[in-house]
C-alpha cells in the first residue's frame, strides 16, 4: 500500500482526533456494511455502504467523502447521511481512507496518480460505484458525491475525473480540482497563495477526461472563517466548473439564509448548475442545524453546529429531501416530534415518494408504471406476494 504524509491537517487535528472517536459509533439502526471485493482497487481504499430498511427499485447513491482524522463510520454520523437516507430512501456509500496510505486519514487528493481517470483512489471508488449499481440496483443517472476537506477536494476530483457517471456534486471546505502536485503546491492552495490562473482551472478539468457535455450541477459550501483551508478556494472552484458550464462571472442570483450568504448561477437553459453557500462566522467543518427535535447529523470535531442544514440542503438540491425536510430540520428550538408511522404505512409512503420521484424525473409516467414501483415496493417490504 502508498504511504503519502498529507498537509491536509491543522495543529489542532491531533486532539481533534481524539474527539472524533465519539462520532464513530452511529445509531444501531444506521449502521454500515463493509463491501469487499468491488474491484482491483488500485486505491486501497476501504468500502462501507448504508441501505435504507426500505428501498425501491432504482435507487439514487449518495457518494459521502471524510475529512482528515476521521472514518467512515465517524463521518456518517457527524454529517446524518444515514440518517436521511433512511427516512427518504437512498443509499449512502463511504469510501474510507487506510492510515497505511496516509498517516492523517486523508484522501491523496493532490497525488497525480490518485486524480486521474482509471487511476489510484479515484479509480477504486469508481470501482464501489459500478459494483453497487451491478449489486444492487442503483440508478446510474442520480448517482451523486459529497466530502468535506480532503474529501471534499476527492469529491472534486471524482466530478472532475468522471463528470460522465454523476448528476451533481457538493464540495466542503474543498478545493479546486488538478492545482496541486506536491506537498508544498497543495500547502500553498489550501492557504489561498499563488492560486492558479482562471485558464489553468478551466484547461485542467477538460483534460480529466473526454466528456463534453452534459456536466454535473455543484454545490459549494465554505465557512467565512476557515483557517485550514481558506475561503479563496470555494471562489476557485466556482472559476473552475464556470468554464464548462459557460456561466457569467456574476450569479443570476444573490440571497441570505439565516444570515449567510447563497449565491446561484443558471445555466442558458435556465437551470441552476452551481451555487455556493458562504458560512458567516464558520470555521473548517460541515454546517449543522441541531438546534431542532428531528435535526439531521450532530454536532462534533469539524461538525459544526450553525443555523443552516448542508446535509439537508444538499439533498433538497438534489431530489432526495423536501423543501419541508429543510424548514423541520432548520426549525431551532422546534419541540413538534415526527410521528412514527406503522411499518405497512411508512413503506407505502415511501414507495409513493419514490413513484413520485420517477414520475417528476421522467416529466410524465403512465399510472401502470408507478403501480410496479409501488408494488415492488411492498414487495420488497414483504407486505405483498
Not at 7 to 20: W, Y
Not at 275 to 284: C, D, I, N, R
Amino acid at each position: 500500500m502508498r504511504r503519502s504524509n498529507h498537509p491536509h491537517i491543522n495543529s489542532q487535528a491531533r486532539s481533534a482526533a481524539k474527539e472524533t472517536a465519539l462520532l464513530d459509533k452511529p445509531p444501531q439502526n444506521h449502521r454500515l456494511v463493509e463491501i469487499t471485493g468491488f474491484g482491483s482497487n488500485p486505491g486501497a481504499l476501504k468500502a462501507w455502504l448504508y441501505l435504507p430498511s426500505i428501498m425501491a427499485p432504482g435507487t439514487p447513491l449518495v457518494v459521502a467523502l471524510h475529512g482528515c482524522t476521521q472514518t467512515a463510520e465517524g463521518y456518517a454520523a457527524g454529517t446524518g447521511w444515514s440518517q436521511l437516507a433512511e427516512r427518504r430512501g437512498f443509499a449512502v456509500l463511504y469510501p474510507e481512507q487506510h492510515r497505511s496510505n496516509n498517516a492523517n486519514l486523508c484522501f491523496n487528493w493532490f497525488e497525480p496518480g490518485d486524480i486521474k481517470r482509471d487511476a489510484g483512489e479515484a479509480l477504486s471508488i469508481r470501482q464501489m460505484i459500478d459494483h453497487l449499481v451491478q449489486s444492487q440496483g442503483v440508478d446510474p443517472k442520480r448517482i451523486f458525491v459529497t466530502g468535506l476537506s480532503a474529501g471534499g477536494a476527492m469529491a472534486n476530483v471524482m466530478l472532475s475525473a468522471y463528470p460522465d457517471i454523476f448528476a451533481g456534486g457538493a464540495i466542503i471546505s474543498g478545493l479546486p480540482y488538478g492545482v496541486a502536485g506536491t506537498v508544498t503546491e497543495a500547502f500553498e492552495r489550501m492557504q489561498g497563495r499563488n492560486p492558479p490562473t482562471i485558464s489553468r482551472l478551466h484547461s485542467v478539468l477538460k483534460n480529466a477526461s473526454n466528456h463534453r457535455g452534459p456536466w454535473p450541477s455543484v454545490s459549494i459550501w465554505h465557512g467565512t472563517h476557515d483557517q485550514t483551508v481558506r475561503p479563496r478556494n470555494a471562489d476557485q472552484i466556482v472559476k473552475q466548473w464556470s468554464g464548462v458550464h459557460a456561466l457569467a462571472t456574476e450569479p443570476t442570483r444573490s440571497e441570505l439564509i439565516h444570515g449567510h450568504s447563497r449565491k446561484v448561477w443558471l445555466d442558458a437553459k435556465g437551470r441552476q448548475v452551481v451555487e455556493t453557500y458562504l458560512v458567516k462566522g464558520m470555521a473548517h467543518g460541515v454546517p449543522l442545524a441541531t438546534g431542532s427535535d428531528v435535526s439531521i447529523g450532530r454536532a462534533g470535531p469539524h461538525m459544526l453546529k450553525t443555523e443552516i442544514s448542508s446535509t439537508v440542503r444538499i439533498a433538497c438540491s438534489w431530489s432526495l429531501a423536501t423543501e419541508a425536510d429543510v424548514e423541520e430540520a432548520e426549525a431551532a428550538g422546534s419541540h413538534v416530534r415526527r410521528e412514527e408511522p406503522d411499518s405497512a404505512s411508512s413503506t407505502i409512503e415511501r414507495a409513493l415518494r419514490y413513484a413520485r420521484s420517477r414520475s417528476n424525473a421522467a416529466g410524465t409516467a403512465s399510472d401502470g408504471k408507478i403501480a410496479k414501483v409501488i408494488n415492488d415496493a411492498l414487495r420488497a417490504a414483504g407486505l405483498m406476494r
